[in-house]
């Protein structure tokens, strides 16, 4: 890369890095190629529920100049003198696996990709909560699909409600939340009941036309869950009215 290219790209990731560190008080590759423009929020969700094997094959640029644009950010940041965190990036499918980053899958480079840098400024305690929450895996995507005419790449079924996986998309049954019962949105109170009661759980989201994006329709929640939940919730209000 020539000098006059390498300080355009430079100036990018470092704005971006910048804007990010201030934001949230640490930084990632993700948040680099985000907000650089190389990474779309829609490449990033595909990557997240596991439709694309690895981060680079939605990055739509050279592997080369990727390089260089992480050789610059973690430049950046080791003379900003943030502190490296390793974090878990895992898929939001039942199966939990970690996410890919890179085409090669090199160790190194894996590592590099999952490492948040982190203020300086922040106390101990609040680093720790930082990485904590940064590590805690992502809500399972459970999605009502537009198009009735889908087929399960285990079962060959199909169903109401399916989950991507790597290899396409899965029914509830197969990836063990068949037997999870669907609460709609609407009783905010009822659903954080439910879902704390719940151990196990999935957001339901279904694709809108009009708006061009998944919207939240309610939550997969284990039955005994829902029904004590339900009966808590009814008792405290019925008491808040006598």
């Given at each position: 890369?020539?000098p ?14 910048e804007?990010?560190?201030a ?11 985000l ?57 939001r499918?039942a ?95 009822l659903?954080?009941r ?21 919207e ?16 808590e ?10």
């Amino acid at each position: 890369m020539n000098p006059k290219n390498r300080k355009a790209l430079s100036d990018r990731v470092v704005r971006a890095a910048e804007r990010a560190l201030a934001d949230q008080k640490y930084v990632s590759p993700v948040d680099v190629l985000l907000g650089i423009g190389w990474l779309a929020p829609s490449s990033l969700k595909d990557w997240q529920l596991g439709r694309v094997d690895c981060l680079e094959r939605v990055v739509p640029t050279g592997l080369p100049r990727l390089s260089e644009a992480m050789t610059i950010f973690r430049a950046w940041a080791a003379a900003k003198q943030l502190r490296p965190s390793e974090t878990d990036y895992v898929a939001r499918t039942a199966g939990r696996q970690r996410l890919r980053f890179s085409v090669s899958g090199k160790p190194d480079i894996e590592q590099a990709y999952r490492t948040h840098w982190v203020s300086p400024e922040l106390s101990e305690r609040k680093q720790e909560r930082l990485a904590q929450r940064a590590s805690t895996p992502p809500e399972l995507v459970a999605i009502a699909p537009l198009n009735d005419e889908w087929t399960c790449h285990r079962c060959s079924g199909s169903g109401d409600l399916l989950m991507m996986e790597p290899q396409g998309p899965a029914c509830m049954r197969c990836v063990g939340l068949g037997d999870l019962e669907f609460l709609p949105t609407g009783d905010a109170l009822l659903t954080r009941r439910a879902k704390a009661k719940s151990q196990r759980h999935a957001v339901v989201v279904r694709f809108s036309r009009t708006r061009k994006r998944y919207e939240r329709q309610g939550l997969l929640i284990e039955p005994q869950a829902l029904i004590d939940a339900t009966r808590e919730v009814g008792q405290e209000r019925s008491e808040a009215n006598r």
